[in-house]
C-alpha cells in the first residue's frame, strides 16, 4: 500500500506550517511508504479573521488535481493505496472518487474534518448558510470518505445534528466511516519543550484568531478592567512560530470565550507551557477540560450575558492569576490527558493499516 497525503496549504503562522513539515515524518516513523501531494505558493496572508485564503486555497487544491489525475492516467495509483486529506472539505475527493471507481482501482480514502457550513460560527455557516449547494457539497464529499476523522465528539455532535438530527453517539454507530480520533500533533512535546525555560511574565494571552466567533471584544474589555496585567493579542502583532511560542510561554494564562471551537490546539499549546487555560463550559472544551479549568458558558455566551456576569468572571482571573501557579500539577495531569486522547495520532494509523485486511 502507498499512503498519499493530500495536504492543507501551509500557512506560517498557523499549525498547517507544521504539518508540513512534521506529520510526514510522523508517518514515516509509523512505517508507511508515503507521499505528500501539494499545490504551489499561495499568498500567505489570510482572508481577515479565517484560516486559510479563500482564493489561494482553490488555486492549490487545483494544482493537487492535476497531480492526482495524471497519476491515474499515468498508472500509478494501485488498488489499495490509501489518500490521507488533511482538511477533508477538499472538492477533489469527488474526482478523486469519480476516477477510482470508473477506472476500476479501487483506493482507501480518509479525512480531517476541521469545519463546515453546518457549524454556524464558522465563515462558511455565516456567509453561505444552509444554502442548497453547500450542504450537498458537504454531503458528497462525507459520502466519499471511507473514513470520516473528527478531532472531538462535540465536532460529530455539530455535524451529525446539521444533516440527520441525530446525536454524535447516534451517528458514531449508524455510520462506521465516523471516527473520533484526535489529531496528529505528536511533534508539539518536542518542539514546545525548550520554551519552558523561559520566566513567566503577569500577561494574559489571547491566542486565537481575530474573528468574530472568538469575541475578542470581551478580552478587551477586561483589559481595561483589570489593567493592573499585560493583556496579549496574538494576532495583532506579525509573529513567527517562535516569537508566539515565547510570548505563549510567558504568559501565565491563556483566555477563550470562544462561540466555535472543535479542539483548541492554542490552549493544549498553553498548557504544555505551564499557562492557565481558562475556557467556557462549551465546546470541544466540555469534553477535553478539567472543571476547574472552565467557567459557566453564560458568562460570555454572548455580550450581554458577559455585562450581566463580568464580575464573576473578573474575580475568577484574579483568583487565578494570583494562585502563583498552585494549580500547576493539575494543569500537568490534565495535558497528560489531552496528549493521549486528542492530540495524538495514533488512531488515525491504526485505521490506515485496518484498511488493509
Known amino acids: 500500500m502507498k499512503l498519499y497525503v493530500i495536504d492543507l496549504e501551509a500557512v506560517e503562522t498557523r499549525y498547517t ?5 512534521f506529520l510526514p515524518a510522523q508517518l514515516r516513523q509509523q512505517g508507511f511508504d508515503m507521499e505528500t501531494i501539494s499545490g504551489n505558493s499561495i499568498p500567505q496572508a489570510t482572508t481577515p479573521g479565517a484560516f486559510l485564503n479563500f482564493a489561494g486555497t482553490n488555486k492549490y487544491k487545483s494544482e493537487q488535481l492535476v497531480q492526482i489525475s495524471m497519476m491515474f492516467a499515468n498508472n500509478v495509483i494501485k488498488p489499495g493505496d490509501f489518500f490521507l486529506y488533511t482538511d477533508a472539505w477538499n472538492p477533489t475527493v469527488i474526482q ?32 453561505i448558510g444552509d444554502k442548497p449547494w453547500v450542504r450537498s457539497a458537504e454531503h458528497s464529499m462525507f459520502s466519499c470518505y471511507d473514513y470520516n476523522f473528527f478531532a472531538t465528539k462535540d465536532h460529530v455532535e455539530m455535524f451529525a445534528n446539521c444533516f440527520g438530527d441525530w ?6 454507530e449508524a455510520n462506521e466511516t465516523v471516527k473520533v480520533v484526535g489529531w496528529p500533533m505528536e511533534y508539539l512535546r518536542e518542539t514546545i519543550l525548550p ?18 466567533e472568538k469575541q475578542l471584544e470581551i478580552f478587551k474589555d477586561l483589559e481595561k478592567e483589570m489593567p493592573e496585567y499585560e493583556w496579549y493579542v496574538a494576532q495583532e502583532q506579525t509573529l513567527s512560530k517562535d516569537q508566539y511560542y515565547t510570548k505563549l510561554a510567558e504568559s501565565q494564562m491563556v483566555f477563550s470565550a470562544n462561540l466555535q471551537e472543535t479542539l483548541g490546539i492554542s490552549m493544549y499549546e498553553g498548557a504544555l507551557l505551564g499557562a492557565f487555560p481558562l475556557v ?7 469534553e477535553m477540560w478539567d472543571p476547574m479549568f472552565r467557567y459557566p458558558s453564560e458568562w460570555t455566551k454572548d455580550w450581554a450575558s458577559y455585562q450581566e456576569n463580568k464580575s464573576k ?7 487565578i492569576m494570583g494562585s502563583n501557579n498552585s494549580d500547576l500539577p493539575r494543569v500537568v495531569r490534565n495535558k497528560a490527558s489531552l496528549t493521549n486522547s486528542f492530540f495524538d495520532g495514533r488512531k488515525i494509523y491504526h485505521a490506515i493499516v485496518d484498511s488493509q485486511t
Open 17 to 21: 506550517s507544521q504539518w508540513k513539515q
Open 313 to 319: 468572571l473578573i474575580n475568577k482571573i484574579r483568583n
Open 280 to 286: 467556557p463550559d462549551r465546546l470541544s472544551y466540555t
Open 195 to 212: 520554551y519552558n525555560l523561559l520566566t513567566k511574565k503577569n500577561r494574559i494571552m489571547f491566542p486565537h484568531r481575530i474573528a468574530p
Open 96 to 127: 478523486l472518487k469519480y476516477m477510482s471507481e470508473l477506472l476500476g482501482i479501487p483506493v482507501k480514502i480518509g479525512g480531517l474534518w476541521h469545519a463546515g457550513s453546518y457549524d454556524p460560527q464558522d465563515f462558511l455557516g455565516r456567509l
Open 167 to 172: 446525536t454524535a453517539d447516534e451517528l458514531i
